[in-house]
């Protein structure tokens, strides 16, 4: 059974950091694209940052440039999202993705398993 666990979301002041885990299980996870994905109350969901099963890939949308880092243990079978100085505008419910396709990341329907969600909160 494939399952993707978050963890590591919670509150924090603007300017803080946090970071998040997703735990993978049920599939070969050093084959896959992984991807965060966050989705704000009454938005859609939009693409945080990705990287390739090798981890020489690495993507992030231009609203977390230089702020977040992506990465992933592939003997832990877990992807980070290192957040730092986050803004009151990062608040969202945070999401980790795994494709098994070659494709672009920043698109949702590239990715086959998705996670529950972790909540971030930043507080002006």
């Known amino acids: 059974q494939v399952q993707l666990v978050e963890s590591g979301g919670g509150l924090v002041q603007a300017g803080g950091s946090l970071r998040l885990s997703c735990a993978a299980s049920g599939f070969t996870f050093s084959n896959f694209v992984l991807g965060w994905f966050r989705q704000a109350p009454g938005k859609e969901r939009d693409f945080v940052a990705a990287?390739?099963?090798?981890?020489?890939?690495?993507y992030y949308a231009d609203s977390v440039k230089g702020r977040f880092t992506i990465s992933r243990d592939n003997t832990k079978n877990t992807v980070y999202l290192q957040m730092n100085s986050l803004k009151p505008e990062d608040t969202a419910i945070y999401s980790c993705?795994?494709?098994?396709?070659?494709?672009?990341?920043?698109?949702?329907?590239?990715?086959?398993?998705w996670g529950q969600g972790t909540q971030v909160t930043v507080s002006s």
């Open positions: 990287l390739t099963w090798s981890g020489r890939g690495i």
């Open positions: 993705a795994a494709a098994r396709r070659n494709g672009d990341p920043s698109m949702d329907w590239l990715y086959d398993y």
